[in-house]
């Protein structure tokens, strides 16, 4: 890894998938976590808020992550610090913009994916992603059967642009790319 990064920052490897629905056997009540990400404006940085349903359990962390390169968005430098309850309230002043969305744990084929089902102005979008330790191993996934595409590289899919959009927003975009290809 590139020095330039810092010491603290790892490489995050992640596949990203667009789904048409949640994959059996998962359901909205099925066991998940509460996500709020906040897009600090003009930023690299995500403030994002973990609450737990079951137990109430609340974590908080600051998050800087990017690409490198742009062109291979599987690929991001990452580096967070957890905080406190009064350190995240502290740097939510800061101007952003909110990402709602619930992270259901699911496994296929032996690998774990977080299905991502998103709330709010997002409501109806469903991605999955998934991690690896290794180039290898992340080049050598197929797409799998419940994911209708690989949108890894699509900007598109990334969070700091999908803060600025809404599903019609996508939907619309979808459609447009996907008459391209007929």
């Not at 973990?50 to 742009?70: G, M, N, S």
């Not at 909110?98 to 259901?104: L, T």
């Amino acid at each position: 890894m590139n020095s330039d990064f810092g010491k603290y920052a790892l490489i995050e490897r992640e596949r990203r998938f667009l789904l048409r629905e949640l994959p059996e056997p998962l359901t909205r009540a099925s066991k998940h976590v509460q996500i709020w990400d906040n897009y600090i404006t003009n930023t690299r940085l995500r403030l994002r808020k973990i609450r737990v349903p079951e137990t109430k359990e609340y974590k908080w962390k600051l998050t800087q992550k990017f690409a490198p390169d742009v062109e291979d968005l599987s690929r991001t430098v990452i580096t967070n610090t957890y905080l406190s309850r009064a350190e995240y309230e502290v740097l939510s002043v800061f101007e952003g913009n909110e990402i709602r969305k619930n992270r259901y744990p699911f496994e296929h084929e032996g690998r774990i994916f977080g299905i991502d089902l998103f709330l709010g102005a997002l409501w109806g979008l469903i991605l999955a992603e998934t991690s690896f330790e290794t180039d290898e191993e992340m080049e050598s996934l197929t797409q799998p059967p419940f994911a209708f595409m690989d949108v890894t590289n699509d900007p598109m899919f990334a969070g700091g642009s999908l803060v600025k959009l809404s599903f019609e927003d996508l939907k619309s975009e979808m459609e447009k790319r996907l008459k391209g290809t007929e």
